[in-house]
């Protein structure tokens, strides 16, 4: 039986508490790993996906109903939802603690732990490209950010290296019935090494996508993330290494 192959994409970002900010507000966050070999063959692919809730305030956010599924389908069915209990109510304060191999230690030892990691370190993203750089944003002007560039830990599970880290503020648009600022992002040349007991992997990896924050009270309308990654695996059951890529989409609604 083919052993499922499992992708792990890792973004981070400093982060947070901007004054002024309104808070209160749900969204659903839905991301799909769809992973090829470097021919185009797929091999499988993961949706996963929650609910977030930000209190107000610097009060604690938190995560419920984070359901994981795979499939080796291409025509998009995917197997049965399995909930990820030990996601349900996952309270926290966003800070760099979240980058800290403790911050996890009640998460289950398996790989899909990862992909729910991915979803707290993605919105920690989100939330510090839209409220960390503001006022050095101008019009169509490129604005490279200075605090995220260079190697770092992720956690307990392997190494990140940012080449470089771009936002632009791109324009105005109405969204969710609300006019928004439109911030473009991407980091285009970075590194990735991930290490586990089931699998290791090395390769490179750029991601990029766009934020829609209300002109009125700041609040995030919408996001998206795109990624695009190529490594190389080696898979505990495995004779031989494979080279995958692996394409991603991940939004951030308001829950409705």
Known sequence: MKKKIISMVLFTC????????????QFVMTAEYINKDIY???QDKTKVSGEYTRDLKEGPVRWNNVYISHSDNQSGVYKENIKQEYMEGFSYVVSSHIMDETFFNDFPKQPDNVLARNLI??????????????????????????DIQGSFDMADIGSYDHEKNELKWIGTSMMNSTLCNIIEYNSLGNKLEINLNEM????SELYWGNIWISQKDRK???AE??????????????????????????TI????
Not at 228 to 250: A, D, M
């Open 40 to 42: 185009g063959n797929l």
């Open 200 to 203: 290791k992997s090395k390769g």
């Open 253 to 256: 609604e308001k829950k409705k």
């Open 121 to 146: 370190w993605d919105m920690m993203m989100i939330e510090g490209y839209a409220w960390n750089y503001t006022d050095s944003l101008e019009l169509n002007k490129t604005f490279v950010i200075p």
């Open 220 to 222: 995030i309308e919408y």
């Open 225 to 250: 993330i795109y990624s695009f990654t190529v490594q190389e695996l080696e898979i505990q059951g495995f004779p031989q290494k494979i080279l995958l890529t692996t394409k991603r989409v991940v």
């Open 14 to 25: 400093g982060l947070l508490f901007i004054p002024g900010v309104a808070f209160c507000q």
